[in-house]
């Protein structure tokens, strides 16, 4: 993606504020609603207004982890939007309140509704529960009329449950509808204009998760202003406290799309011995110009060095890849410019490292581009956490874990009898499709996606499985309809099967 360098023409008059404020409320609307996921073993607080990891009771750090514990990982996270329309900035976030609100934004009037509607709340659904119970809803209640996924099993393009389903790729999944578009009720706001987003968010997590404990968020964010949106970015915000909020340390990946917080020493007054690593991985950017799996800029705010933003036009420059001031980011140890802060390995001490432990605040985008209006880009992300052997293998065990968790569902650990490679489902699809696989004993797997030429198109799975049986889920966005072929090797078989993509 190409730097940006441009002048400003107009850019509203904006409120300054000095880098996070964690004392902030959640702001007071009808409609807010917050309900916990804690499928696996972290157990986290997920809001209707762009927000996650803080409690909304005690206004507290929310994303406690083992569950049950008492110990806390994240303060706070949220969904963060900026692009120009025209030569306005527009920028949107969640920090420790929200610039968004429930509802949805209607292009015919250019006009935000819902906000104070309580049908846009937050929907929780288990397959295990059509019916519902306390903590989930009924199918019934799946709110598909505002854009919540389903299942449509009879073909007939109703939803009818029980013959239809929600979309439930978890033990636990969330959805929710909410906009930016209600700039003049927001608490504290920068005054730059609003993006007119709609977003749908839909959480998920399993109970049994592969390799890390991780929760997964998807963010379809459609354009309703009557304009495009020019060099638009999304990205997660994170405030991380690992047990104690004064001694963490922040790093990035950019092969794995990955930044994470870590604690600067072994002893951490919460957690103790051996502090757990944490942090956000970008899954999927359908739509982005470069590849489907991508970050484009990572990096971890020190308030006290003058490196969070402060206004809207700083957190536009940060959300494309610079310095708060519109300036490069240069590693010292290469000299070269990134947009990467602290790209080194901890573990090793090689490259660019965080040298200095205290209150960090990892943030981590992809530079999507243009989206025009009533077009949507789907990001895709992922919590995760893991704990090791010390606080910096912690680290090396979190890397380990981002190609499990991004492209590999375990849905069994039983031993299967052989190995086998199933067809996809479904099959003519568009654009997505599983493929499952099983595994009699652990294996390097490769699992790679072919035209009809033989060149080779995508690689979906290139690592270390245990026996088991897996899904990967294959999205073909941006591929042409036709005929594919996909082939697993895992040792010494192989095997290799057609998929048709129809658009």
């Not at 404020?21 to 996921?37: A, C, M, Q, R, T």
């Not at 389903?165 to 999944?173: E, R």
């Not at 109970?207 to 060099?231: F, G, L, M, P, R």
């Not at 490196?307 to 519109?326: A, L, Q």
Request: proline share 5%; aromatic share 12%; with cysteine.
């Amino acid at each position: 993606m190409r730097n940006l360098i441009f002048v400003i023409l107009t850019v509203s008059v904006i409120i300054i504020f000095s880098g996070f404020d964690k004392s902030k409320p959640l702001d007071n609307v009808s409609s807010l609603d917050f309900k916990k996921i804690d499928a696996n073993q972290i157990s986290t607080f997920v809001g209707n207004t762009g927000g996650f990891d803080r409690n909304p009771v005690t206004f507290n750090s929310g994303f406690e982890w083992p569950k049950g514990s008492g110990m806390f990982a994240v303060y706070s996270s949220g969904l963060w939007i900026s692009c120009r329309v025209g030569d306005s900035i527009r920028v949107s976030l969640s920090d420790y309140d929200s610039e968004y609100r429930p509802g949805y934004f209607d292009y015919n009037t250019q006009m935000p509704m819902g906000a104070e509607d309580p049908n846009y709340r937050l929907y929780k659904v288990s397959p295990d529960f059509p019916n519902g119970n306390n903590d989930f809803d009924s199918w019934n209640l799946w709110p598909v009329g505002q854009g919540a996924p389903w299942v449509d099993n009879n073909g007939n393009g109703i939803y009818e449950p029980p013959a239809d389903n929600p979309l439930m790729k978890g033990d636990q999944n969330l959805f929710c509808s909410f906009t930016d578009g209600y700039r003049d009720s927001v608490l504290n706001s920068r005054s730059a204009p609003p993006l007119k987003a709609e977003i749908h968010m839909y959480a998920w997590a399993k109970t049994q998760s592969v390799c890390a404990d991780v929760i997964n968020y998807e963010w379809k964010i459609i354009n309703k202003n009557v304009s495009a949106w020019n060099d638009f970015s999304s990205a997660i915000w994170s405030d991380i406290d690992i047990g104690s909020a004064i001694n963490d340390k922040g790093g990035s990946d950019s092969v794995k799309n990955l930044v994470y917080g870590y604690n600067g020493t072994n002893q951490d007054p919460v957690y103790g011995p051996v502090p757990p690593a944490v942090g956000v991985i970008i899954k999927e950017v359908t739509g982005h110009l470069n590849s489907l799996y991508k970050s484009d800029y990572a990096t971890v705010f020190k308030c006290g060095d003058g490196e969070c933003p402060r206004d809207s036009m700083e957190v536009y420059n940060v959300m494309h890849g610079f310095k708060r001031d519109g300036s490069n980011a240069v590693n010292p140890i290469t000299n070269q410019i990134t947009r990467y802060k602290y790209s080194g390995d901890p573990v090793s001490g090689i490259g660019w490292n965080d040298s200095t432990s205290g209150d960090r605040y990892i943030f981590i985008g992809s530079l999507i581009g243009t989206v025009q209006s009533l077009d949507t880009a789907d990001f895709k992300t992922i919590s995760i956490i893991k704990k090791g052997s010390n606080n910096l293998s912690s680290v090396a065990e979190l890397k380990n874990c981002v190609n499990f968790v991004i492209s590999v569902n375990n849905i069994s650990s039983e031993t299967p009898g052989d190995f086998k490679l199933y067809q996809n489902y479904p099959n003519p699809f568009n654009p997505s499709t599983m493929i499952r696989f099983d595994l009699v004993n652990k294996n390097f797997v490769t699992l790679k996606i072919f035209d009809v030429l033989g060149r080779e198109i995508k690689t979906l799975v290139n690592s270390n499985y245990a026996a088991g049986t897996y899904e990967v889920d294959f999205n073909a966005a941006g591929l042409p309809s036709g005929i594919y072929y996909y082939t697993l090797k895992a040792g010494g078989f192989s095997d290799s099967k057609k998929l048709m993509l129809i658009r």
